[in-house]
Nanobody, 125 residues
Framework: QVQLEESGGGLVQAGGSLSLSCAAS????????MGWFRQAPGKEREFVAH????????YYAEAVKGRFTISRDGAKNTVNLRMNSLAPEDTAVYYC??????????????????WGQGTQVTVSS
């Protein structure tokens, strides 16, 4: 089992920035990829970004490319998401997730094995 805990959400004005962090604990040795998803009200959960834990390979959704940056801290078992130039359409609950799957990229929620509880990000216009 892997436990994930997100932090860093909040309210920000359009054009502003926020940073999210996800701390992993438990049986993290099986982690291949850590990713971020988001879910807005009435919408399906959508992929945001992921990072391969050992190689550091990164993949972004088109909607966030150039604005969001994912990074990892191996010593702390954390993955971070820096979000710049936020827009109201970025408003959602953001979830951290871990996948044991091989392959690249890993874009679908069903490919992830463990999830955090989510953190709310609200961008006002």
């Amino acid at each position: 089992q892997v436990q994930l805990e997100e932090s860093g959400g909040g309210l920000v004005q359009a054009g502003g920035s926020l940073s999210l962090s996800c701390a992993a604990s438990g049986h993290t040795v099986t982690t291949n990829t850590m990713g971020w998803f988001r879910q807005a009200p009435g919408k399906e959960r959508e992929f945001v970004a992921h990072i391969r834990w050992s190689a550091g390979t990164i993949y972004y959704a088109e909607a966030v490319k150039g604005r969001f940056t994912i990074s990892r801290d191996g010593a702390k078992n954390t993955v971070n998401l820096r979000m710049n130039s936020l827009a109201p359409e970025d408003t959602a609950v953001y979830y951290c997730a871990v996948s044991r799957a091989l392959g690249y990229p890993i874009l679908y929620a069903r490919q992830y094995d463990y999830w955090g509880q989510g953190t709310q990000v609200t961008v006002s216009s």
